[in-house]
């Protein structure tokens, strides 16, 4: 399977490199490239009641057809520092005052982040109305894919037992299922190769359910839905894998 991809991968490279010999500035050319990407992003449906808003990081591989399809795959990890009803997370091993009592029988420095990743294959349309050149222009893209996210229980230094190991899992909710995205936004492509970005709005759909076995608070399995959601600007830097076309010159 691997091998199957780094094939296709080397068809598109090479039939990127070919097209780019053509002119970027008057035609409409194949166009392979790899990308970092950057999402401010606010939770939405069964998600909102657990988070704040939270960041997404991460990268992809793009082609951009002659006639201006767009298909591409993409990972991101996703983390924040805003954890919605902290207290009732931990009630079953915190004192009424909603202290943990670490192994010194001292107060435990606990902190909870939010924590997750998902992949997405995509695809979509580059509408050139708008750019410097045939290749640039507004966007819809529309994919399916795997997300996941859970709370990570941190305690700095590692002194409470009840929080280390396997006993962590059974409080951090883990969850994931399927996701569906789309997203509206504008395409870039410098006609000196010298710029390449995008920037859009990005909306996901996610179900998921609990991947512990067993839910602390409860002493039981988890089985209820959730139906999450996750509304983002979110910006790409681009890099194209096409060689330059070749400078003109004329003798008289």
Same mark, same amino acid.
């Given at each position: 399977?691997?091998?199957?991809?780094?094939?296709?991968?080397?068809?598109?490279?090479?039939?990127?490199?070919?097209?780019?010999?053509?002119?970027?500035?008057?035609?409409?050319?194949?166009?392979?490239?790899?990308?970092?990407?950057?999402?401010?992003?606010?939770?939405?449906?069964?998600?909102?009641?657990?988070? !704040?808003?939270?960041?997404?990081?991460?990268? &992809?591989? @793009?082609?951009?057809?002659? *006639?201006?399809? %767009?298909?591409?795959?993409? $990972?991101?990890?996703?983390?924040?520092?805003?954890?919605?009803?902290?207290?009732?997370?931990?009630?079953?091993?915190?004192?009424?005052?909603?202290?943990?009592?670490?192994?010194?029988?001292?107060?435990?420095?606990?902190?909870?982040?939010?924590?997750?990743?998902?992949?997405?294959?995509?695809?979509?349309?580059?509408?050139?109305?708008?750019?410097?050149?045939?290749?640039?222009?507004?966007?819809?893209?529309?994919?399916?894919?795997?997300?996941?996210?859970?709370?990570?229980?941190?305690?700095?230094?590692?002194?409470?037992?009840?929080?280390?190991?396997?006993?962590?899992?059974?409080?951090?909710?883990?969850?994931? !299922?399927?996701?569906?995205?789309?997203?509206? &936004?504008? @395409?870039?492509?410098?006609? *000196?190769?010298? %710029?390449?970005?995008?920037? $859009?709005?990005?909306?996901?759909?996610?179900?998921?359910?609990?991947?512990?076995?067993?839910?602390?608070?409860?002493?039981?399995?988890?089985?209820?839905?959730?139906?999450?959601?996750?509304?983002?600007?979110?910006?790409?830097?681009?890099?194209?894998?096409?060689?330059?076309?070749?400078?003109?010159?004329?003798?008289?």
């Amino acid at each position: 399977m691997v091998k199957r991809l780094l094939f296709f991968l080397l068809i598109l490279f090479s039939f990127g490199t070919a097209n780019g010999q053509v002119s970027i500035r008057d035609s409409s050319i194949t166009i392979p490239m790899i990308y970092a990407t950057y999402s401010y992003q606010f939770p939405g449906g069964d998600l909102a009641g657990r988070f !704040g808003s939270n960041s997404s990081i991460g990268g &992809g591989f @793009l082609v951009k057809t002659k *006639s201006n399809w %767009l298909i591409g795959a993409e $990972g991101n990890f996703q983390f924040g520092s805003s954890v919605k009803d902290q207290d009732s997370l931990l009630t079953t091993i915190s004192t009424p005052e909603g202290y943990i009592i670490d192994a010194n029988g001292k107060i435990a420095d606990v902190i909870l982040y939010m924590r997750g990743f998902s992949f997405f294959g995509s695809i979509g349309k580059l509408f050139p109305w708008v750019g410097p050149n045939p290749n640039s222009g507004f966007t819809l893209m529309a994919g399916a894919g795997y997300l996941q996210n859970k709370m990570r229980i941190l305690n700095p230094d590692n002194t409470a037992p009840q929080l280390q190991g396997d006993y962590k899992k059974g409080y951090d909710r883990q969850n994931g !299922g399927i996701a569906l995205t789309a997203s509206v &936004g504008y @395409l870039f492509m410098s006609s *000196s190769r010298l %710029l390449n970005f995008s920037l $859009g709005f990005e909306f996901i759909q996610a179900w998921t359910k609990n991947r512990r076995e067993v839910d602390f608070n409860t002493g039981k399995p988890d089985p209820s839905p959730l139906s999450s959601q996750y509304y983002g600007i979110k910006a790409t830097w681009n890099i194209p894998l096409y060689r330059r076309s070749p400078k003109e010159f004329y003798l008289y």
